[in-house]
């Protein structure tokens, strides 16, 4: 997967440990509410708690993605500037945050189907998606807030439908394709050895008849 589209949290201000909500459940011990730094962020906006996020209760954290999300907000959308020293960016910062997150999302899925043979008839419309949910990660702060996301999830879910069907039809296909081959090889060893397996049944049959007599 291409590297901006990973996490990495060294690049980023901590945005998913202050910008999301979370209430008390089995995937977190207790409520915070969004804006509010999570008590295990450090100074230096990683977690304190890293290696112990399971045991101590915090397994959302463990499964969350932001699909490289932080980084593009901290340094390119905001050119490093961090909420802690520039407060004044930490609302329209923890707002543009989970819009990034999604788009991203949706980039990394596009990707992994552009990685696919069986899409070769629609490359070219899914490339096309791609491209444009791209160049919504890379607008102002204002701009990104006016996107509807809704709108681009609904448009890029029919075409990840339409990639898996396509690869599933092609997956029937080879499946159909190898049982054929499978079955061909069965028939053909059995006839190879039929001369063999009726010389086994007969001399069965005739020693069950001497075991009668």
Not at 13 to 40: H, I, M, T, W
Not at 48 to 74: I, N, P, T, W
Not at 83 to 110: C, D, K, S
Not at 114 to 142: A, C, G, M, N
Request: hydrophobic share 30%; aromatic share 10%.
């Amino acid at each position: 997967m291409q590297t901006e589209l990973q996490s990495n949290c060294f690049q980023c201000f901590g945005l998913c440990c202050v910008a999301l909500p979370y209430s008390q459940s089995a995937d977190f011990p207790y409520d915070k509410a969004s804006g509010e730094p999570c008590r295990n962020l450090n100074d230096n906006f990683l977690c304190s708690v890293h290696d112990q996020l399971a045991e101590r209760g915090f397994r959302g954290c463990v499964s969350y993605e932001c699909f490289g999300a932080g980084q593009k907000v901290s340094q390119q959308i905001y050119d490093g500037q961090d909420w802690r020293r520039n407060p004044q960016t930490a609302e329209g910062m923890f707002r543009v945050f989970p819009i990034v997150q999604q788009l991203h999302e949706m980039l990394v899925y596009l990707h992994q189907c552009l990685q696919l043979d069986e899409v070769s008839s629609f490359r070219t419309e899914l490339e096309h998606q791609y491209k444009q949910i791209e160049e919504l990660t890379v607008q102002s702060p204002t701009d990104m807030l006016t996107i509807d996301v809704a709108y681009y999830r609904l448009n890029v879910s029919s075409w990840l439908e339409k990639a898996s069907i396509a690869y599933r039809a092609k997956k029937r296909q080879m499946n159909r394709l190898l049982n054929k081959k499978r079955n061909r090889l069965h028939r053909s060893r059995f006839k190879q050895h039929e001369p063999v397996w009726r010389e086994l049944s007969r001399t069965t049959h005739d020693c069950y008849e001497l075991h009668e007599e």
